[in-house]
Each structure stands twice: as C-alpha cells, then as structure tokens.
Nanobody
C-alpha cells in the first residue's frame, strides 16, 4: 500500500554529483528497511545501497563504497542517495524499494514496492 517515487536523476559529467530522492505516499515507511538498485539496458538489476530501520545501518555495493551515501529522513518519508565522483559506469535507471523478504540486503527479489525509477547518465 506504500507508493514510492524516485526523483533527482539527470545528465552529469564524470566526477560530478547528484542526489536522488525516494518519497513515499500513503502509509509511512519509517519502520521499513529500504534499498537502492540500478539497472542498465539489457542488464540485471544491481544492488547499490540499503539502510535499515533499526539504527539506520547502511550497506553498499563494493563498486560504490566511498562515493555514494544512503540516508533517510523519516519525518519526510524520504530516502536519499547522495552520489559523488560519478563514473560513466554508474549510468543506469535507479530504483528505490522496500525490503520485504529474507535476510540478504543485496538480493532484488527480497524487495517490493518498487518505484518507477529515475535515469542517471554520466558522460565522459
């Protein structure tokens, strides 16, 4: 019953930054574990980052560690992905989702309530 909407994507030069937002409508997600995934055309959906409800623990794919930061503002029902030092290989559609199943943070099938995605294009 939670609807998620991603925003903040765009075209940026390599080395630049973007901040993505994932806003929830309807039921609050303040008690939900949340994640960001990305998917390039013709490729599998790939884990990027996740944040837990308990203590806001964070998890990152090795490819983005040190460059991306996930955070949440429960008062605004919003999850953020700050992306710095962007590379052409970061180009993809970025999706946020609620973790609903299992114990693995990096498995797409453990998530639901997927948003519609926002396009990020990094040029060189």
């Amino acid at each position: 019953q939670v609807q998620l909407v991603e925003s903040g994507g765009g075209v940026v030069q390599a080395g630049g930054s973007l901040r993505l937002s994932c806003a929830a409508s309807g039921r609050t997600f303040s008690s939900y574990d949340m994640g960001w995934f990305r998917q390039a055309p013709g490729k599998e959906r790939e884990f990027v980052a996740a944040i837990s409800w308990s203590r806001s623990n964070t998890y990152y794919a090795n490819s983005v560690k040190g460059r991306f930061t996930i955070s949440r503002d429960n008062a605004k029902n919003t999850v953020y992905l700050q992306m710095n030092s962007l590379l052409p290989e970061d180009t993809a559609v970025y999706y946020c989702a609620r973790k609903m199943y299992g114990s693995m943070w990096y498995t797409p099938t453990n998530y639901g309530n997927w948003g519609q995605g926002t396009q990020v294009t990094v040029s060189s």
